[in-house]
């Protein structure tokens, strides 16, 4: 593993010693509270926490050897080597993008179990002209929907 090399400021931040080995602002945070990494100094000029340069060694002698400030042992993750950024997981379907099918016969009897005869023909049209893009896995939306659509045809 290679580890930049140290800063040639005087003083650097926290935020500039994450970056330099080579962690998130939050991993480094949780680190330094465990004990892993030194505590920054405040600087008198300007109250903000800071690295000097024996604070930035002793940091990125850590990040090195592996060992902790308490002589603790630390495990990093590894870096990406190849510098190709993580593939990221393609999102799934939604359950509303479901074809729609000639066989509508579930549809027809839940239109007569509501009083509305209905033809497997006339179920097929509603849901395309009203799902488009296919539809919606909420079967009890898409009955009172094709219901109130073929009601309002009659």
């Given amino acids: 593993m290679s580890v930049q090399q140290p800063s040639r400021k005087a003083f650097i931040s926290v935020v500039e010693m994450a970056e330099e080995v080579s962690l998130s602002k939050s991993r480094f945070f949780a680190l330094m509270k465990s004990g892993v ?6 600087h008198e000029s300007c109250k903000r926490p800071v690295f000097n340069l024996e604070l930035q060694q002793k940091c ?3 990040r090195a050897t592996g ?6 042992p630390v495990i990093f993750n590894r ?3 190849n510098g190709k950024p993580r593939k ?20 027809v009897e839940a239109m007569k179990s509501l009083g509305l005869t209905a033809t497997n023909e006339a179920v097929g049209q509603a849901l395309t002209e009203m799902y488009p893009a296919g539809v919606p896995g909420d079967h009890g939306e898409v009955i009172r929907r094709v219901f109130l659509h073929l009601r309002a045809k009659k």
């Fill in 37 to 42: 990494f030194p505590r920054p100094t405040r």
């Fill in 60 to 62: 990125l002698e850590i």
């Fill in 67 to 72: 060992i902790g400030l308490s002589g603790q």
């Fill in 79 to 81: 870096m990406r080597t």
């Fill in 88 to 107: 990221q997981r393609q999102p799934q379907p939604a359950a509303h993008d479901q074809p729609i099918h000639d066989d509508h016969s579930e549809l």
